[in-house]
């Protein structure tokens, strides 16, 4: 799978928009982008994936660059809940079943 | 459906001694990963376990093993502990086992937290 880079760390105040960004300029026509986040003493959990078009959900929103070298999630009003480590993976036709975590951006919300 | 479940929650053991760490995957999810996650090197991929046979291992020495049973519920062990496995060990579990690996979610257990002194 091809590596992704992510920020180490980002702040936010809570309920404003949150946007994290994620390089992936490897990436292959065939990778999904998929996000996964890890709340403090808890296991990961996932967020949102996509291909090519912005994908959105309860969660979040995914938007995806035109190149697909790099994209962004969405958090549309930041809750001190979403305090977390956000996870960018890329998985291809060539992925095992196991997820390929790099370091992650550690999200801080502000009251 | 119930999530991902882990037992125990937290566990001590000492140098040289040898751990079972236990998961029961989501209700119909026949395949089940183990992860271990510390601080110095985050979450590392460990094996991957469907129906009753492992499909993928990561970089571990051989203390470290796992199986499965019929039920689709997976232990690990951990022989001849060092303290450099102290570490969170997390469950994952899918539905599937290939096909859709692009796309398929795992769903993360809360892990056992395993401090070996």
């Known amino acids: 799978d091809a590596k992704t880079t992510q920020p180490n760390s980002m702040e936010s105040n809570e309920e404003e928009p949150v946007h994290l960004p994620c390089n992936h300029s490897?990436?292959?026509?065939?990778?999904?982008i998929h996000w996964y986040r890890q709340l403090p003493s808890q296991g990961p959990e996932y967020v949102i994936h996509g291909l090519t078009s912005n994908v959105n959900n309860r969660m979040a929103s995914l938007a995806i660059a035109e190149d697909r070298k790099s994209s962004t999630l969405i958090l549309h009003r930041a809750t001190l809940r979403d305090a977390a480590v956000y996870y960018c993976?890329?998985?291809?036709?060539?992925?095992?079943?196991?997820?390929?975590f790099g370091k992650g951006t550690k999200l801080s919300v502000k009251p | 459906k119930a999530g991902v479940t882990q037992t125990p929650r937290y566990l001590i053991k000492t140098r040289g001694q040898q751990v079972t760490l236990s998961c029961s995957p989501i209700?119909?999810?026949?395949?089940v990963s183990w992860y271990q996650q510390t601080p110095g090197q985050g979450l590392q991929f460990l094996f991957e376990?469907?129906?009753?046979?492992?499909?993928n291992k990561g970089n571990f020495p051989g203390r470290f093993s796992g199986r499965q049973f019929s039920n689709s519920r997976s232990e690990m062990n951990v022989s001849t502990l060092e303290l450099g496995d102290s570490a969170l060990y997390l469950c994952?579990?899918?539905?599937?086992?290939?096909?859709?690996?692009?796309?398929?979610?795992?769903?993360f257990g809360p892990g056992t937290r395993l401090t070996v002194l």
């Open positions: 994952a579990s899918r539905p599937l086992a290939s096909g859709a690996k692009r796309t398929d979610t795992q769903y």
């Open positions: 490897t990436i292959s026509g065939t990778d999904y």
């Open positions: 376990y469907f129906s009753e046979t492992q499909r």
């Open positions: 209700s119909g999810h026949r395949s």
């Open positions: 993976i890329l998985r291809g036709g060539g992925s095992q079943g196991n997820l390929i």
